[in-house]
C-alpha cells in the first residue's frame, strides 16, 4: 500500500508536511542560483578557475539524470524511505562542498549535492499530489511555484550577502540545519509505507542507459556552440552517444518488468501534451530569459545590480499568480482555462520583450512586458503539473511526475543551448564588417569587459549587432511558446484537463 493509500491527513498534519516539502523545495531550487556570487571567491581560495563553470554545471547535470530513478524508486519503494535518503545525500554533498579545498573536489561533492537534490524537488509535488485530493492539487502547487519564484530571485542575494559576511562555504553550511528541519518535518507527517511488502525488479539496463543518454544529451546542449564548436569530433561524438543510447533505451523500457519511464503513460493524450508542452515552456523560458540580462547590460548599459532589479516585475507577479491562480484553479475545478490562459501570457510577454528589443526600446517599456511574462509563468506551471498529474494512475504517480520534471529540465537546457547558438551566428554575422577594425572573436568572448575599450563610434555598431543578436532568441521563444499554447488548446475536456474531481485520490 502506497501513500495514496493512506487516509486523508488531518489539516494539522498536512501543514506539517507542507512546511517541509516547500523547504526542501526551496533548498534545491536556490543550490541551482546561491553559488553564482560565489564563484569568484571560490576560484580565488582553490584556484582552477578554468573549471569554474563545472561547480554549477555538475550540479545541474547530476540532479537532471537522476530525476526519472527518483520518481521510479519513490513508487516501487515509497515516498517517505527516497525523501530521506535525497535529503540526507544533500546535506552530506552541502558538508563536503563546504570542507572541500581544491577545485576538482568541489566539482566532486558538487555532484553529490545533485544527486540528492534530483530528488528534493520530483518528491515534493509527488507527495502533496498523493496526499491532497486532486482538485486540491492545483492550490499546492501554485504555492511550489511561488516558494521557487522566491528562491530563484532570492538565491544570489543570499550567496553574495553570507560570502561577503562569513565565507563562501556557508552558502553550503546554511543547508545543514534547514535540510535537517525539513527531513523532521517530512519523516513526522509523510506516512509511513503500510501493506504487504512486494518483491520488485530493479531496471538496472534501462537505469544505466538513461544515464548515459541523458548525461550525453545535457553535455552536447551544455558544451556545444560554446566549449567546443558543434562540427567537433567532441560534439558528434556526444550527439551518437545519445542517439544510440536513447533509442537502446526506449527498447529496454518497452521490454522491461519494471521500466525507469513507463512508455504506456505517454498514450494518455493528456499526459504527454501536458509533458511535450512543460518541456516546451522550459526551452522557451530558459532559452530567453537567461540573455536578458546581458542585453541590459551589452546594450542598454545597464550595471547588474540595476539588472537585477529589472527582473523583480517577472518574479513578483509569478509569486503573485501562482498563488491565488492555484486557489482560482481548486475553487472553479477547471484547470484547462487557467493553462491556456497562462501559456498565452508568456506568448504575449516573450513576443514583447522580442519586439521591444527589437527595436530598441527603452528599459522601462521591457517592465510590463516581463510583469505579462511573470503572470502566465505563475498560472501555467502548477497548472501543467496538476494536468500530467491528473491523467497518471496513482501507482505511477512518482514516474509521471519525474516524467515532467525531466523533460522540463532537458527543454531548459537546450534551449538556452539553441538560444546561445543563435546569438553567436548572428553575432559573429553583424560584426562581420568590423573584422578589420577591432578583435570580432575578443569582442564575442569578452563581451561588456571588451566594450568599454571601444571609440564610441565602433561602440554603438557592436551594441547594434548584440541588439539584433540576441532580440532574436526572444522571438525565436516566442515561437516555441506558442507550440506550447496549440498543445495545450487540443486538450479534451473528456480526458484532462477535466473538471478537476473533488475526491480523495483512491
Known sequence: MSIADAPTPTPAKLRTVLAGLILAMVLAALDQSIVNTALPRM????????????VVTAFMLVSTVVTPLYGKFSDMFGRRRLFGISILVFLAGSMLCGLAQTMPQLIGFRALQGLGAGGLMVLSQTVIADMVSPRERGRYQGLFTGAMAVASVSGPLIGGGLTQALSWRWVFYVNLPLGLLALALIMAGVPKRVGAQVSHVIDVAGAVLLAITATSALLLFSLAGSTIPWRSPQALALAATAIVGGALFLRQEARAREPIIQLSLFKIRSFAIGVFATG??????????????????????MQPAATGLMLLPQIGMMLISSVIGGQLTSRFGKIKPFLVGGVLLEVVGLAGIGLFANAGAPAWTFLGALGVLGLGMGVAMPNATVVVQNAAPRESMGVATASLAFIRSLGAVSGVAVSGGLI?????????????????????????????????????????AYRHAIAGCFISGAFVMFIAFCLVSSLKVTLAPRPVRGTVAA
Open 280 to 301: 516546451c515552456m522550459g526551452f522557451a523560458m530558459m532559452g530567453a530569459v537567461t540573455f536578458l540580462p546581458l542585453y541590459f547590460q551589452l546594450v542598454l548599459g
Open 43 to 54: 576560484a580565488a581560495d582553490l584556484g582552477g578557475l578554468n573549471h569554474l563553470s563545472w
Open 424 to 464: 553567436g551566428m548572428r553575432l559573429k554575422s553583424g560584426l562581420s564588417h568590423l573584422s578589420g577594425v577591432v578583435d570580432v572573436q575578443a569582442i564575442m568572448e569578452g563581451g561588456a569587459t571588451r566594450l568599454g575599450d571601444l571609440p564610441p563610434e565602433v561602440h554603438a555598431q557592436v551594441s547594434e
